[in-house]
């Protein structure tokens, strides 16, 4: 298997075991413990290991349900890009609008970028359709038809 196919893998199972099924504990095995998330949508960036499980547990206790389907995988160098597809069910705060569960399923897609050094994401930036969640929550009103 060549490097390319094992951070592939790897991000798979860290897709699968953090996201899908919440395995907090996880992020200790493939995460840097000074890692940088940068969540672009809302202009925050989460410093170290801990910083990232806290917003993975806000985000899981928000959508529950939450899961994530990879969409497509490149992998260049130390540098690991994915396209995902993400859906769930809100149930509980969203930071940062803190407004009551709408129970509303939402449905986005994303892209993701880790810098990785050896099988250690050190800096990772979250893109995310969340005009559309929002939309989808009824949070942001849905644009009239033109």
């Known amino acids: 298997m060549s490097k390319s196919d094992d951070l ?3 991000v798979e199972e860290t897709n699968e075991r953090v996201f899908n099924r919440g395995d907090l504990d996880y992020i200790d095995e493939v995460y840097a413990e000074d890692m ?3 969540n672009v949508a809302h202009g925050e960036d989460y410093e170290g290991r801990e910083a990232f499980k806290e917003w993975v ?7 529950p349900d939450f899961e994530v389907e990879l969409l497509g995988t490149i992998v ?3 540098t690991v ?4 597809r993400a859906r769930g069910t809100h149930e509980g705060a969203l930071p940062p609008f803190n407004g009551e569960p709408t ?8 892209v993701s970028i880790h810098t990785m ?10 893109y995310y359709d969340q005009l559309t969640m929002l939309t989808q929550l009824g949070i942001v009103p849905e644009m009239p038809p033109m």
């Open 8 to 10: 592939r893998s790897q």
């Open 36 to 38: 940088v998330m940068h």
């Open 57 to 63: 547990k806000g985000l899981r206790e928000a959508f």
């Open 76 to 78: 260049a160098d130390q």
């Open 81 to 84: 890009v994915t396209r995902y």
């Open 103 to 110: 129970n509303e399923t939402v449905e986005f897609e994303g």
């Open 117 to 126: 050094d050896g099988t250690m994401a050190t800096e990772a930036w979250w």
